[in-house]
Nanobody, 124 residues
């Protein structure tokens, strides 16, 4: 049974940093591309970042490029998101997701496995 668990969310002030972590089990982690999505209140999930199975290729949304950094450790079945220069517009529930199929990285429907999410709140 596949299980994806996020951690690391919390409350931070504007300009602060957080590091999200995600651990997956029950799948061949290093065969999957993995990504982070976020969901604002009342909105659909949007892609934040994705990293290819080998870690050599990464993608970012324009809104986080230059502030967030995605990385993975296949030996630990883990994915990370380093978030810097946070602002209130980053406040959302953040989800980790894994996929084997192709297509645009930011399309949530292409991901097979999802975590329950971790809340990030940035105060002004």
């Amino acid at each position: 049974q596949v299980q994806v668990v996020e951690s690391g969310g919390g409350l931070v002030q504007t300009g602060g940093s957080l590091r999200l972590s995600c651990t997956a089990s029950g799948l061949n982690f290093d065969a999957y591309a993995v990504g982070w999505f976020r969901q604002f209140q009342g909105k659909e999930r949007e892609g934040v970042s994705c990293i290819a199975w080998g870690g050599g290729t990464t993608w970012y949304s324009d809104s986080v490029k230059g502030r967030f950094a995605i990385s993975r450790d296949n030996a630990k079945n883990s994915l990370y998101l380093e978030m810097n220069s946070l602002n209130p517009e980053d406040t959302a529930m953040y989800y980790c997701a894994a996929r084997k199929r192709g297509g645009w990285w930011g399309q949530a429907s292409t991901y097979d496995s999802w975590g329950q999410g971790t809340q990030v709140t940035v105060s002004s």
